[in-house]
């Protein structure tokens, strides 16, 4: 990839998350990005333009009733260890400085 289409790809992620007008105050978010989307994302993060965050998976309380037998908690232990064992959800979102710079770059010279 050279360093215009990178340039482009980057312009065009920064775009998407911008909040539109009719709703400034809502910040869009990218969650689990996947290759390419990754890769500009991390570029955005490494440079400050984007924030990433994480958020922890849902893990269900186990509950056991008074008379469980064994087999069933070992069900519900399981099921439990496996929702422990969730990686977290990696959302991304436009950082001030990102924010900042959009203001400053003129997006009518962008190519969609």
């Known amino acids: 990839m050279d360093t215009d289409e990178e340039t482009k790809q ?3 992620m ?3 998350l911008s909040p ?3 709703q400034p105050a809502w ?3 990218i969650s689990n990005p996947k290759e390419e989307d990754l890769l500009v994302l991390q570029m955005l993060t490494a440079s400050g333009l984007v924030v990433p965050s994480q958020e ?6 186990p509950r056991f009733g008074g008379s469980v037998s064994s087999s069933e908690a070992k069900q ?6 496996e929702d422990l064992q969730k ?3 990696t959302n991304f979102r436009l950082s001030t400085l990102g924010h ?3 203001k400053f770059v003129s997006m009518s010279r962008v190519p969609e």
Do not use: C, Y
């Open 10 to 12: 980057a312009v065009l």
């Open 14 to 16: 920064l775009k998407r």
């Open 20 to 22: 539109s007008s009719s």
């Open 27 to 29: 910040q869009p978010t």
């Open 56 to 61: 922890p998976p849902k893990v269900r309380t």
């Open 76 to 81: 519900i232990a399981a099921r439990f260890i």
């Open 87 to 89: 990686t977290p959800k």
């Open 100 to 102: 900042d710079f959009l």
